[in-house]
């Protein structure tokens, strides 16, 4: 599979059922010449992502259905943790 980089703004956390949790991250491109309008992100096994925090994301790509870019994370990082101007 292919690897990106995303940095982008938590919007909300999905939970379709128990074992089924993803976070939505805002954002509006193009991948390989097809649309995304918004990425979810499987939940991390260790941390926890929050709602309207930024993040650095090193993530892997599943699939692209319907503009919405499924992935799995690889690696991440709050912005403000390494950004000094956000500090």
Do not use: A
Not at 42 to 55: A, D, M, N, T
Not at 62 to 84: A, D, S
């Amino acid at each position: 599979m292919k690897n990106v980089v995303l940095v982008s703004i938590c919007g909300k956390k999905v939970i379709r059922n128990k074992y089924d949790i993803y976070y939505s991250f805002h954002f509006k491109g193009y991948l390989n010449g097809q649309r995304v309008t918004s990425v979810e992100v499987c939940k991390p096994l260790r941390g926890s992502i929050l709602v309207g925090e930024e993040y650095v994301m090193f993530l892997e790509v599943i699939e692209n259905c319907r503009g919405v870019l499924r992935t799995k994370l690889i690696k991440y990082k709050e912005l403000k943790k390494i950004c000094y101007v956000c500090k």
